[in-house]
């Protein structure tokens, strides 16, 4: 189990099993409150030029043809 898997399934613990009061949760002062949708929200979003996505798309045509 991933890290981001295992603190969304404590928040769903402490919030009843319902996921719509977890994503409700009000208690800010939990470590865990910025990670409870099961997302980092401090990752940058990786921002690729053309030349970079279609090197990588090569990478993974050859990746999955072998």
Known sequence: MSV???VR???LD???DM???VR???I???ALHPFRMGKNPFRKK???TDEQRKTLA???AQARSQ
């Open 14 to 16: 402490c919030c009843g």
């Open 58 to 60: 090569n990478r993974l």
């Open 46 to 48: 990786r921002v690729l």
């Open 9 to 11: 399934a404590k928040c």
């Open 28 to 30: 800010v002062s939990c």
């Open 24 to 26: 409700e949760c009000t």
């Open 4 to 6: 981001l898997k295992a």
């Open 19 to 21: 996921p719509s009061e």
